[in-house]
């Protein structure tokens, strides 16, 4: 299984603790649910952190936020259940405006002290200017205080003392933060958790139902995947099968992340 997380300098070890922080039901089942599949296959435990739950993505007016609100969560817990993740958590901060604010950094603070993780996964900081999709305000603001809780709030025992320490939520250092499609380091073949990772981003029926008759969406996710393995092999990370043996990228699937230290 250590073979399936490389890196250009050989296998990683599998985290025992993962928190998965974004901004909205169904990020994480378009960008990294594979490697989600991948870790609870392996014995991790999973958590994930939802910043919003997702009430600003519907054009209906006629759908209450409240209905939209609950529909993308209980979507987001099924979707979870498929890649085998049972602890959510849900900030509730308002969909298309998040910030990068105390407020949200104690939040996910208190998320990280919680769950314990030895690494965060997250989205990218910076803005991605060859897709505007990429680069949604919330999942950079989602991201940017990601990484301020991990370094320094959560570790930290003077941060949001009276929210957080005199809660009983005691000072917890994150070793690494993966985060997700910027100058990738690490790379998890997804080849085999595939399915499952459809079977997850289809749990978002509000969101994917008319993707998926507009263009197939399987396909789309493939290509992704072949791109990602690509790459991989361009800085020579050469197989994914943790046997020694050399694969063809065009015939693999791959998610691709940024491993930060933060020990």
Not at 115 to 124: A, F, G, L, N, Y
Request: with cysteine; aromatic share 6%.
């Amino acid at each position: 299984m250590s073979g399936q997380f490389l890196t250009p300098d050989g296998p990683i070890d599998i985290p025992e603790r993962v928190l998965v922080v974004v901004a909205h039901p169904d990020d994480i089942d378009f960008g990294v649910a594979g490697t989600v599949a991948e870790l609870t296959k392996a014995g991790s435990h999973v958590a994930y952190c939802l910043v919003t739950s997702g009430e600003a993505g519907e054009d209906d007016m006629t759908v209450s936020s409240e209905e939209l609100a609950a529909l993308r969560e209980s979507e987001q817990t099924a979707a979870a259940n498929e890649v085998g993740v049972t602890s959510l958590h849900w900030l509730r901060h308002a969909d298309g405006m998040v910030e990068a604010n105390l407020a949200l950094r104690r939040d996910i603070s208190r998320v990280i002290r919680i769950e314990k993780p030895d690494v965060v996964i997250t989205q990218s900081p910076e803005r991605n200017y060859d897709s505007v999709y990429g680069s949604h305000p919330d999942h950079i603001e989602t991201a940017e205080a990601t990484l301020r809780a991990v370094y320094p709030d959560a570790r930290n025992p003077r941060a949001f003392t009276a929210e957080l320490l005199d809660e009983g939520f005691e000072p917890h250092a994150v070793a690494n933060v993966w985060i997700a499609h910027v100058d990738q380091t690490l790379f998890v073949d997804i080849t085999a958790s595939f399915e499952a990772k459809l079977r997850a981003l289809r749990s978002h029926q509000s969101q994917v139902a008319k993707r998926d008759e507009e263009f197939d969406l399987e396909k789309v996710m493939r290509q992704w995947g072949e791109r990602i393995s690509a790459a991989a092999a361009k800085k020579n990370v050469e197989h994914f099968d943790g046997n020694g043996e050399t694969l063809d990228p065009a015939n693999t699937l791959a998610e691709g992340f940024r491993v930060l230290n933060t020990a």
